[in-house]
Nanobody
Framework: QVRLVESGGGLVQPGGSLRLSCAAS????????MDWYRQAPGNQRELVAS???????NYADSVKGRLTISRDNAKNTVLLQMNSLKPDDTAVYYC????????????????WGQGTQVTVSS
């Protein structure tokens, strides 16, 4: 079994900071691209930030300059440092990863975390 376990959500005032963490565990060969998505009530799930195994990052325009994605390949974890948070950042944040389970197969599987609530409010 492969699991993604998230932590770090909560309530923060506008302008504040939070750090989300997601760790992949279980039996697999390698973790490739890792992403953070978010979904606000009534909205579709959207990509916030992604990072490849080699460290190439990509951000949604709405979060550039405020959110930073990073990863620790040795620990199979991905972090999302969120600064200068706004009420519009309120959402459930989901970790996603593309994982190669078997050494001699090129197939990658998609896994999702359970989601963690981030609420930005005064």
């Amino acid at each position: 079994q492969v699991r993604l376990v998230e932590s770090g959500g909560g309530l923060v005032q506008p302008g504040g900071s939070l750090r989300l963490s997601c760790a992949a565990s279980g039996s697999f060969f390698s973790v490739n691209t890792m992403d953070w998505y978010r979904q606000a009530p009534g909205n579709q799930r959207e990509l916030v930030a992604s990072i490849t195994a080699g460290g190439i990052t990509n951000y949604a325009d709405s979060v550039k300059g405020r959110l930073t994605i990073s990863r620790d390949n040795a620990k199979n974890t991905v972090l999302l440092q969120m600064n200068s948070l706004k009420p519009d950042d309120t959402a459930v944040y989901y970790c996603h990863a593309q994982i190669k389970r078997y050494r001699f197969s090129s197939r990658e599987y998609d896994y999702w975390g359970q989601g963690t609530q981030v609420t930005v409010s005064s």
